[in-house]
């Protein structure tokens, strides 16, 4: 069945350091994929998405680029800021469903 | 800006006492999601609707939980009788026929 992998947290980060995380994929067929971010106290809210291979999806100075080749979806960002702590998920859409398969969230904690 | 709208956020209950979780999907959503948010268990899925209809709620411990949507402007989630063990966050959120979802700030849910 289909399924997200993220890396584990907590991931710690000093303000302006580079930011990676890591998601892998399984999936059938062609699916979409996205990041979504929740801050504390908050709902989940979407980052940013990519519906099919080679595409980027960018916002807010995160990237991620759908890679079918490597069933990778990493988030990155050049230069993180202590606004950017939060909890972020991976997540991949397939079928006609609407649904979403979640991966189990990555913390990110940024220290000035 | 539109928004999803979740009530109560917070609510603390006793075991074996029933509790009603209502939320207002965004206009022109035709399609509703349950989630429950935990530390150990991460966010997983209870229940969809589309237009009204429920599609899945194969995440819902049937025997206690219920889900309905009375109208399009109102979905609701029911425990009854609850237990300490439904302690958790639950999230409403609402797309169209896509895989972008919005979701709500949750209601905090504590059973003692």
């Known amino acids: 069945g289909n399924s997200v992998t993220q890396m584990e947290g907590p991931v710690t980060l000093s303000e302006e350091a580079f930011l990676t995380i890591n998601c892998t994929y399984t999936a059938t067929g062609y699916p979409s994929l996205f990041w979504y971010v929740q801050y504390p106290g908050e709902g989940l809210q979407l980052l940013l998405k990519a519906t099919k291979a080679d595409d980027k999806g960018s916002n807010k100075g995160f990237e991620a680029t759908y890679r079918k080749e490597t069933t990778s979806f990493h988030l990155e960002k050049g230069s993180v800021q202590v606004s950017d702590s939060a909890v972020y998920f991976c997540a991949l859409g397939s079928g006609n469903t609407g649904k979403l398969i979640f991966g189990q969230g990555t913390t990110l904690q940024v220290k000035p | ?112």
């Not at chain 2, 948010?37 to 206690?64: C, H, I, V, W």
């Not at chain 2, 300490?84 to 209601?107: H, I, K, M, N, W």
């Open chain 2, 1 to 112: 800006d539109a928004r999803v709208t979740q009530t109560p956020r917070h609510k603390v209950t006793e075991m074996g006492q029933e509790v009603t979780m209502r939320c207002q999907p965004i206009l022109g959503h035709n399609t509703v999601f349950w989630y429950r948010q935990t530390m150990m268990q991460g966010l997983e899925l209870l229940a969809y609707f589309r237009n009204r209809a429920p599609l899945d709620d194969s995440g819902m411990p049937k025997d206690r939980f219920s889900a309905e949507m009375p109208d399009a402007t109102l979905a609701t989630l029911k425990i009854q009788p609850s237990e300490p063990r439904d302690s958790a966050v639950y999230f409403c959120a609402s797309g169209l026929e896509t895989y972008e979802q919005y979701f709500g700030p949750g209601t905090r849910l504590t059973v003692t």
